[in-house]
């Protein structure tokens, strides 16, 4: 009996959770008709591709297709993640490896910056945007997403290459290997599934980014999708079964890769509060 | 700690010659920190001074902000005008009152779904874990997008359900019985509680992962021994489980903070922009007096330099409460 309570509790908390998600889902692949019935059903009656078919090929905003707004956030994203996992990787390798002064200052401000409220950077970074000349270009938001997502790649990457035995590096140091050497051959393969990891986290700060590609880009040839969907969510008579389509399009990406490495974001965030 | 890297160091030193070896341990580490420094300098720190400082100056003209004109001085101007502006209080009042009822909430729910998770048997402890997994996993920019449309006036779920409720039921609770076309989003009250719902949806799950890893640390002796003394469940998670857990929950109260205090994205989104003056925080405040026009550069800088400040003094109590886990 009190076993049915506690799985009756559990079952209505995944259904919460997991609602929306289902309905966005369903609502993209719903006929139009279906979607604006006076009864709505939980699941399409006659399922149709036909809303991600005009996403993909029509012309939401004149010359442009929503096939240009995935290029360019995964040129954004792509970029992001190479620059960002290299010198996170560089820089958790000192952390992780020498003991150096301002070690620990190191680690604290690693710390402090990710306190940093973004959203109060957007007027600085928006002036240093125009004063490099790169408004409205894609390398503004490399640039600022590398900012945003290099002190907690750092931090996570750190754990990761602390792992690595150091008797692997002492036992090819003493067979004669160089440091370069060491670190090609016996480090990077050994930490190469926290780099994945890492940059996972990295793709989904720059692919979600809203309100920096909002202001750094003007010409809609060069939105990112977050941009590109607020644009044309918020015209009047909102087409749900498009959005949706497009919703999820955006949505998948980052479901796939955040499952992959959920475990490693919590125990990055709240390092250290448990022990043992 | 201490004597491991002694070991490995003497290591190293047996295996290159000494001289060559203290040059190198000296200078690797900073040339190797030298590129994260530059990035984490030029892309956070100088903005964040650069944001103080533009708060001390007259900057309506984006004109002023490539650097092609002179930035008038005007000292603690643009504070003095916020201070005296009534909405700002208003938005204030927004702001922390949010805060507060979202970080109340998400941390109630993402606790009692730890404990549930943490009950639950193995198979069905991970189809509800993934559920609670997808509702993080979603973007907050989509999440937003797919409850605005459960709440839709016409052919929203939600404006549905309303209308399936017996009309005489619906007419005595909430004074109507025909819900198409009804705006949810119309009164600041009823946008602010979609908005909780919204944002507690999304930020729940972390909350309950990291109460389930906490509780997975707890030794089961201990809980066993407190029940073999005769203490209920209630009793035993506020005399033995959440005494253990304490540091968890002091850094998911203070990270919510942070979080719940600059929510943007989804009030964005909801609000379909920054028109919707009277549900302002204190994030698109700042945002809309910078950007919409007529620019206000300097007082949206001096706007954001307020907020920082408050998550400042947050994030002091993070770092000490860190500090001391490591110390103990």
Redesign the interface.
Known sequence: MKRLGVNAAGLLVALFAVFPVFWMISTSLKPNREIFSATPRPVPLQPTLDHYREILTGNLIPGVTFADFFVNSVLVAGATVLISALIALLAATAVARFRFRFRTLFLIMLLVVQMIPLEALVIPLFLMIQRLGLYNTLPSLILTYIGFSLPFAIWMLRGFVAAVPKELEEAAAIDGASRAQIFRRILLPLVAPGLVATSIFSFITAWNELIFALTFINDQQRYTLPVAMTFFFGRDDTEWGLVMAASTLLTLPVMIFFVLVQRRMVSGLVAGAVKG | MTTL?EA??S??AR??PARRRRA???R???L??L??LL??G???????G??VA?SFYRLNN?RQ???DRKWPWIGLGNYAEILADPFFRTVLRNTVLFAAANVTLTIILGTL?GL??N???RR??T??G??????????????A???K??F?D??G?VT?LFNALPDALSQTVFGRSDWTGYGWFNSPLLFFAILTLVVV?HSF??IA??VL??LK?VPGELLEAARVDGAGRWRVFWSVTFPLLR??FG??VV?ST?WD??V??QQ??LA??TQDRPTFML?IY??AT??SPPPK?GL??AI??I??AI??VI?GF??RA?IR??DS
Request: with cysteine; aromatic share 14%.
């Open positions: 890297t490995t160091e290591a190293a295996a290159t190198r341990v000296d690797l580490p900073y190797l920190l590129p994260s990035v984490i030029g892309l956070l720190l100088w903005p964040l650069q944001v533009m984006v902000v490539r650097g779904v549930l998770l009950r639950l048997g069905m402890a189809f509800v993934s559920c609670v997994m997808l509702a993080w996993a979603t973007p907050a920019l989509t999440g997008i797919v409850w449309w459960l839709d016409t052919s779920l549905w949806w799950p972390f992962v990291s890893a906490g640390s540091p968890v850094i998911l990270l942070i205090f600059k943007f994205t964005f989104t379909g922009g994030s700042s945002y910078a950007f550069y949206g800088a954001a330099v907020l920082t998550l400042l994030t993070y770092v860190l886990q490591e």
